[in-house]
């Protein structure tokens, strides 16, 4: 096993585990009970799938699936929902700057005064530690919450970037990939966090869970990878039929676009349709991206007939030419046999020249 592979697995999942445990810990220290330190037990299915992989496939990745970053939605996503539902509860006042002057003044001064006179540095590194660590907690809960928020759609992005690659994708694709994955991160949060900060939004429980698995749903599609691989067909009976050939044809874009309209885009719509048709909640940014996703969904629709009319245009050229029984993205064999006949026959013209040509020399004689 590369050891560079070796240490991009290790640290990837570790950054995974740290960042959950976090969670867990900003949940307990809300909740103030520690029963939801069980929550960090979840990690157990990541630290399993780390072995599996070193195991089996030498730590490299899986095709069209990334188990790792699964489970680190897995381990992560119950802690948000938590500190979501718990929101509200610690005040937050307007000069976010005073925690910052506390913690580099005051606090970090009594520290330093306190292990003065100890026997080296280690006590004053932990003393340090741990006026750092209780001026931390200090911050407002809804604070951090947008932080875990934040961190985790960018630990995803970079952990995607730095968990090994397997073979069946290419630096390319994984590139497609991570730029996709930055502008679908940006949507998510936006979504989460515009639509929860709304007031009215705030005092409905039920509408607060509804927004929470609209977003848990549109999470899911950062462990597949089958934005950028085609699925490929091999022309068999199977491919005959016109579902199949589209699919083999258009993999990627057909996923593209399934994921903004049933994914992402299409149930954002229909969130913050409700929120300003049914509850009468309107403001700027909330209009504005309503009418996004309206775009987006169009362009989708749109994207979805051009490729229906391409791939017609193509179904109908191979039936002209015999050719329906085989995969319109892969080289008709049909056509590959009649070129190899010509080019036999080409060359049988060459090596022996017709008859009435090789006789006429002698006629004039």
Request: proline share 4%; net charge neutral; charged share 15%.
């Amino acid at each position: 096993m590369e050891l560079m592979v070796l240490l991009n697995a290790l640290v990837t999942r570790l950054l995974f585990v740290l960042h959950s445990l976090i969670g867990v810990w900003r949940v307990t220290a809300a909740k103030k009970e520690p029963k939801y330190w069980l929550l960090a037990l979840l990690n157990l299915l990541l630290c399993l799938e780390t072995g599996l992989t070193l195991k089996f496939k030498q730590g490299r990745g899986y095709k069209w699936f990334s188990p790792a970053i699964f489970l680190y939605l897995i381990c992560t996503v119950p802690s948000l929902w938590l500190l979501e539902i718990h929101h509200g509860t610690q005040y937050c006042g307007n000069e976010p700057g005073a925690v910052q002057v506390n913690v580099s003044n005051q606090d970090f001064n009594q520290s330093r005064d306190s292990s003065h006179g100890s026997e080296g540095t280690d006590h004053h590194i932990i003393q340090t530690a741990k006026v750092f660590v209780n001026q931390l907690s200090t911050i407002c809960e809804t604070v951090w919450t947008l932080a875990l928020h934040q961190t985790f759609l960018l630990l995803l992005v970079v952990g995607r970037w730095l968990l090994p690659i397997g073979v069946e994708i290419t630096r390319d694709q994984l590139s497609q990939l991570l730029l996709m994955f930055v502008g679908t991160a940006a949507d998510i949060l936006e979504f989460a966090s515009e639509t929860l900060d709304i007031e009215d939004v705030r005092k409905n429980y039920a509408l607060i869970n509804a927004i929470l698995a609209v977003w848990t749903w549109s999470m899911l599609q950062f462990p597949l990878d089958l934005a950028v691989q085609h699925i490929g067909c091999k022309p068999t009976a199977s491919t005959r039929r016109i579902p199949s050939l589209l699919l083999c044809r258009y993999s990627a874009e057909l996923w593209n676009i399934g994921v903004s309209l049933f994914i992402q885009d299409g149930p954002f719509f229909i969130v913050r349709s409700i929120l300003m048709g049914h509850f009468r909640i309107f403001n700027q940014m909330l209009v504005f991206f309503t009418a996004k996703n309206i775009l987006v969904v169009t362009l989708q629709l749109y994207r979805l007939a051009v490729i229906t009319l391409d791939f017609r245009a193509t179904i109908l050229q191979k039936s002209r030419k015999g050719g329906v029984g085989c995969c319109p993205c892969e080289p008709y064999e049909a056509s590959t046999h009649a070129i190899a006949d010509q080019d036999t026959e080409m060359k049988e013209v060459v090596a022996f020249p017709p008859k009435e040509e090789s006789q006429t020399p002698s006629e004039h004689q």
